[in-house]
């Protein structure tokens, strides 16, 4: 019996079953939820890892940052190859590396050894990510696409607001490195049902033909504007070297740009962005979570040092954003099929503009109970308008190019993520010293506020690119034979 025959699945005992695409979404959400609980438990295990290597925390974060560098600069890349050779495949694939590569991390020879294998963890994490929405997307019906994809996010924000509890927990009763090797046996039973359940989605007569030049341009293009852009918040980066690299990326883009409008089958369709639809679902999106991996960032320096919370209580504060977000997610999932995708990212960006303002106005005198009904505003306002926007902008994905489409919406995801941490940074540093800043509650609670000012002003020109009036169309339920 072989048991790789993909000939002989999914089985024939799951598809037979009328709520075949919920078992599909299942699967989808086991790797959602690891992703999203790995990724945000080490913002608890980067501090152990500075002490046991003697390593500054600039060095370890390495860990984190190449992990998300990897992330973004692949997605789009990933998620077109997918398009051509099936998802399915590359979904399984992405369970097996992620689980060899936290195996390796785990072991942890020396911080070098970690932070190359959390690079290999980093592409285990693409095919999953870079496959997931498409995969949602192609199986579920126009009525209940938004439902299932708001469940998803509701399941990634359950995940990042259980991350620093669970990586704390961890550490301070086992050892960091159990935190890597729990992700075994749950890839290893995500590998079994991803074969056993989700259906391929190939296309008979697809072109095989790679783009594998444009791939390779703008992957340097991206990751040297990220690494460049997060290497110029350190103080005394020479600017020289800003300039070079900046300058070096911008030329990678004008090449990826001539190159894609000449081949035909591009790694990522740049036509799609004369869409302003689609442009500005993509890049509100993107700020939408600059924002709040900015805001998530530099909460904790101002709860510890501004207000004196202890790190077990900042920590458990700053759940309630990715909580309230786990809350909004399905709700306006649910509802997005009656009221429209257009009025419920209208609204949830709102909540996102007016909450950056309200948390911009917090003071070393600040009580509790305010805290949490601002951050519970913002992460609330995330949720509902993450779940309608996602949608929107796989209904505008074409034929076979589902994954692309949804690779290209976590790269930005992903990438405001690094840009929100990164322009946080620069942000406090550059009142101050972060030394400096922590020695006086004043002081740091002036800077957390003059900080989220400008994520404020970045939050008003998100909800300027929600405003933009889309042209609501039904959704067509994509089936599988049209997909590739």
């Known amino acids: 019996m072989n048991l790789l025959n993909e000939k002989k699945y999914p089985l024939e005992y799951f598809q037979k079953k009328r709520n075949y695409r919920w078992y599909i979404l299942l699967v989808v959400l086991l790797g959602a939820f690891m992703s999203a609980l790995d990724l945000n438990l080490m ?24 992990y998300q560098l990897t992330l973004t600069s692949l997605l789009p890349v990933l998620g077109r190859i997918s398009d051509i050779f099936g998802r399915k495949m590359f979904y399984n694939v992405g369970f097996l590396i992620f689980i060899i590569g936290s195996a390796m991390v785990g072991i942890g020879f020396s911080l070098e050894w970690i932070i190359f294998w959390r690079i290999i963890q980093a592409i285990g994490a693409t095919f999953l990510q870079s496959n997931s929405i498409a995969i949602i997307s192609a199986n579920f019906p126009s009525g209940e696409r938004s439902k299932a994809i708001g469940i998803q996010g509701a399941v990634q924000a359950t995940g990042m607001a259980l991350g620093p509890t669970f990586g704390g927990f961890i550490v301070q009763y086992f050892s960091w490195n159990l935190a890597f090797y729990i992700n075994v046996p749950i890839g290893i039973l995500g590998t079994i ?65 001539i190159h894609s409008l000449r081949f035909e089958n591009p790694i990522i369709d740049i036509t799609l962005l004369k869409d302003i639809p689609y442009l500005s679902g993509n890049f509100s999106g993107m700020l939408s979570y600059l924002i709040i991996g900015g805001t998530m960032f530099i909460a904790p320096y101002y709860m510890e040092y501004g207000l004196h919370y202890s790190p077990s209580l900042s920590g458990t ?24 995708a257009y009025k419920l990212t209208l609204l949830g960006f709102s909540l996102i503009t007016i909450s950056s303002f309200l948390i911009s106005t917090l003071n070393s005198s600040s009580n509790l109970l305010t805290i949490f009904i601002y951050f519970a505003m913002m992460g609330f306002g995330m949720g509902i308008f993450t779940a309608p926007n996602n949608s929107s902008i796989m209904g505008m994905a074409p034929a076979g190019k ?39 509650p004043l002081l740091i609670s002036w800077a957390f506020d003059r900080t989220m000012i400008v994520l404020f002003i970045f939050s008003i020109l998100g909800f300027v690119l929600t405003t933009i009036k889309k042209k609501e169309t039904k959704e067509k339920f994509i089936t599988l034979p049209e997909i590739g």
Do not use: H
């Not at 913002?43 to 190449?66: C, D, F, H």
């Not at 919406?409 to 322009?423: E, K």
């Open 193 to 257: 049902f991803a074969l056993l359940i989700i259906p391929e989605s190939i296309s008979e007569g697809e072109k095989k033909r790679i783009d594998y030049v444009g791939a390779s341009l703008f992957t340097s293009f991206l990751g040297i504007f990220l690494i460049n852009f997060s290497m110029s918040t350190n103080p005394g980066y020479p600017f020289i070297n800003e300039i070079i690299l900046y300058s070096l990326s911008i030329i990678f883009l004008i090449l990826f740009i």
């Open 402 to 440: 589902l994954s692309m489409v949804g690779g290209f919406l976590n790269m930005m995801r992903s990438m405001g993520l690094i840009l929100g941490v990164s322009t946080s940074t620069f942000l406090l540093e550059s009142i101050a010293p972060i030394q400096v800043l922590v020695s006086s």
């Open 317 to 340: 504060v700053l759940v309630i954003i990715p909580g309230f977000m786990g809350i909004g997610t399905p709700i306006s999932g649910f509802i997005s099929s009656r009221v429209g």
């Open 43 to 66: 913002n608890m295990i980067n501090p152990v890892w500075s002490k046991i290597y003697r390593q500054q925390l600039s060095y370890v974060e390495w860990a984190t940052l190449g």
